[in-house]
C-alpha cells in the first residue's frame, strides 16, 4: 500500500469507531453506499449521514477492527480502490432499522467492504456481513428475505458444502476471494481484467 492508503485507512478506522461526523470528512458528496439490509444504494452524503447517524443511536460502545491486511490499488488516472475484512462489536442501545427497539444485547460480527476512491475521499463503499446472524444475537426475528441473488452476482456461486474447509463462514469466504472479487469490482465506469 502507499503511503497515502495507509494513513487513510488509519483514519477511516478511528472515524468508524467514533461518530458520523468524523467518517463525514472522508467521504465524497456522491457517495454511493450499499450494504445488504438496503434493497438500493445510497446515493448522496446527506442520506448516507442519516444512515450512519441511526448505525451509532442503536450501536453504542461500537468497535471496528482489521481482520486482515487491506488490499489497496491505485490508478493513473488518480482514482483508487481498496477491499478490507473487518470485525465489529457493538453493544444495542438504540432503534434498529428493522424498526425494533433496543435489545440492549451486544453483537459480534464480521465482513467485508470494498471501496472506489476519487480525489483521496471514498465516493463509493460496499459492505458486506450476515444480517441474519447479526439479527439473531440480538433477539431479533428476521423480517423478509436475504437478498442472496445480490451476493451471486457479486462472487458467485456459493461453493457446494463438501467443498469448504470445517467451521468456514461466509465473511471468510467473501475475505479469500478478495483479489478476484476486487478486480472484477468497476471503478467509476471501467473494469479491470483479472490477472
Known amino acids: 500500500m502507499s503511503e497515502w492508503s495507509d494513513e487513510f485507512f488509519v483514519k ?3 472515524a ?7 467518517i463525514m ?3 465524497t458528496d456522491d ?12 446515493t448522496n452524503i446527506q442520506d448516507y449521514a442519516v444512515r450512519l447517524d441511526r448505525f451509532f443511536n442503536s ?3 461500537a468497535n471496528w477492527t482489521l481482520r486482515d491486511s487491506v488490499i489497496f490499488e491505485e490508478f493513473e488516472d488518480g482514482t483508487a480502490r481498496a477491499s478490507e475484512s473487518w470485525a465489529f462489536t457493538g453493544l444495542n442501545t438504540g432503534p434498529l432499522w428493522t424498526g425494533d427497539a433496543a435489545s440492549n444485547k451486544r453483537v459480534e460480527s464480521i465482513g467485508a467492504d470494498i471501496y472506489e476512491f476519487r480525489d483521496g475521499l471514498v465516493c463509493r463503499q460496499y459492505s458486506y456481513f450476515d444480517v441474519l446472524e447479526s439479527l439473531r444475537q440480538l433477539g431479533v426475528a ?9 451476493i451471486h452476482a457479486s462472487f458467485g456461486l456459493a461453493p457446494k ?12 469466504i467473501l475475505a479469500s476471494r478478495g483479489r478476484t472479487v476486487l478486480r472484477r469490482v468497476p471503478v467509476l465506469g471501467r473494469t479491470i481484467p483479472e490477472v
Open 16 to 22: 468508524w469507531n467514533t461518530s458520523t461526523e468524523d
Open 12 to 14: 477511516w478506522r478511528a
Open 161 to 172: 458444502a463438501e467443498d469448504l474447509p470445517a467451521r468456514s463462514n461466509l465473511a471468510d
Open 59 to 61: 450501536m453504542s460502545d
Open 31 to 42: 457517495i454511493e453506499y450499499w450494504d445488504p439490509t438496503l434493497a438500493s444504494p445510497v
Open 25 to 27: 470528512d472522508l467521504v
Open 142 to 150: 428476521p423480517k423478509g428475505s436475504v437478498r442472496r441473488e445480490i
